[in-house]
C-alpha cells in the first residue's frame, strides 16, 4: 500500500515543494490544476516557438510515498527547503496495491474511427479483423487516436486519401496519421516534426505496423508538393507554417489543419486566405478540421 499526499501551493512555489518531496523520499510527483472542475480552471496548451505557460496560480502537488514512510519528518522538511514557513494544507489517502500494469492497459481500449478503420492497442484483438487495424500503444508522442483533433484528421484521410497518393503529414507525432495514410492505400508519405523523441516513436510505430514511412525533422528543406497535406499541430504553429504548407499542396491536391479550438477558426482561415480557402469540414468536442481542395477521383491527381 502506498499514501498519496495532495498539498496546496501557489504557483511560484509548486515546483519548488515538488522537488524539495522528492528529496525527502516521494517516489513520484504530480502538478495539477487546484482550480480544475470550476470556472476559474485554466488549461495550458504548450506551442512549439513559445515559452511554456507558468503554473496555475493554484496548484496542487501530489506526492506517493511508502506506507511507512515518517509523513511527519518528511513533509517538514520538504516545506522548509522549499521555502514555505510551515507545512502547507494537505490530504492523505491510502493507494491500494494494484497490477499497474493491468490497470493502465484497461483504460485504452480499441478506437473506431469509421467503419473501416480501428486504433488498436497492442494487448486487444482487432474488434474487425476485416478492417484497417492500426496498432498503436500510449506513449510520449502525441497521437493515439482518442483525441479529438486526431480522429478528426483520420476520419478525413479516409476520405481524402486515394490509391498513389503522396502524403505530407506536417507535425507528425506518434506517426498515426501517416500509417493510417499508407494502409489506406497511399504512396510516398513524409511525416515531419520538430522533435526527435517523436521522429523515433514514429518510426517504431511504422514498424510495428509493417507500412514505410519517410521522417525528417523540420529543420530539413522541403520543397516537394504533395496530393494530401494533413498538420494536426495547434493554432499558432499553424498560422506561422501558412504560406510552407499552402505551398506544398500540388495542384487539385487536398489539405487539412486540425489542433484549432472552435474560437480560432477565423483567424486560421484569414491567416490562410491568401494561400488558399479554407471551410470548416467537421467539429469535435470543440476542435475543428480545417480544409481545402475538392474530393478527386480514384486514380487522378
Known amino acids: 500500500m502506498w499514501i498519496s499526499v495532495t498539498l496546496q501551493a501557489e504557483a511560484h512555489k509548486a515546483e519548488a515543494l515538488s522537488e524539495a518531496l522528492m528529496d525527502a523520499g516521494a517516489l513520484s510527483i504530480s502538478i495539477e490544476d487546484a482550480d480544475a472542475g470550476t470556472d476559474a480552471e485554466k488549461p495550458q496548451f504548450g506551442e512549439p516557438g513559445h515559452h511554456p505557460v507558468g503554473l496555475w496560480d493554484h496548484s496542487r502537488v501530489i506526492a506517493l510515498f511508502d506506507a511507512d514512510a515518517d509523513l511527519t519528518v518528511a513533509l517538514a522538511r520538504a516545506a522548509a527547503d522549499a521555502g514555505f514557513d510551515a507545512v502547507p494544507p494537505f490530504t492523505l489517502e491510502e493507494i491500494a496495491e494494484q497490477n499497474w500494469v493491468q490497470l493502465t492497459q484497461s483504460q485504452f481500449e480499441p478506437i473506431r474511427v469509421t467503419d473501416r ?3 488498436v492497442p497492442s494487448w486487444h484483438a ?10 498503436l500503444d500510449p506513449g510520449m508522442a502525441f497521437g493515439t487516436g482518442s483525441h479529438p483533433t486526431t480522429r478528426l484528421c483520420l476520419e478525413w484521410l479516409c476520405d481524402a486519401v486515394q490509391p498513389g497518393d503522396s502524403v505530407l503529414d506536417y507535425g507528425c507525432g506518434s506517426g498515426i496519421l501517416g500509417i493510417a495514410a499508407v494502409r489506406l492505400g497511399a504512396g510516398d508519405v513524409l511525416g515531419i516534426d520538430i522533435d526527435d523523441k517523436a521522429l523515433d516513436a514514429a518510426h517504431d510505430n511504422a514498424a510495428r505496423n509493417h507500412v514505410a514511412l519517410r521522417l525528417q525533422h523540420s529543420r530539413q528543406p522541403l520543397d516537394a508538393r504533395f496530393d494530401v497535406v494533413v498538420a494536426n499541430i495547434l493554432t499558432n504553429p499553424l498560422c506561422v507554417l501558412a504560406p510552407l504548407l499552402a505551398a506544398r499542396v500540388a495542384p487539385g491536391g487536398r489539405i487539412a489543419l486540425s489542433g484549432v479550438l472552435e474560437t480560432q477558426v477565423e483567424q486560421v482561415i484569414a491567416t ?15 476542435w475543428a478540421r480545417l480544409e481545402s481542395g475538392s474530393p478527386r477521383q480514384s486514380g487522378s491527381q
Open 117 to 119: 478503420m480501428w486504433i
Open 126 to 135: 482487432a474488434p474487425d479483423p476485416a478492417a484497417i487495424n492500426i496498432e
Open 272 to 286: 490562410y486566405a491568401p494561400f488558399l480557402p479554407l471551410r470548416v469540414g467537421a467539429v469535435h468536442e470543440g
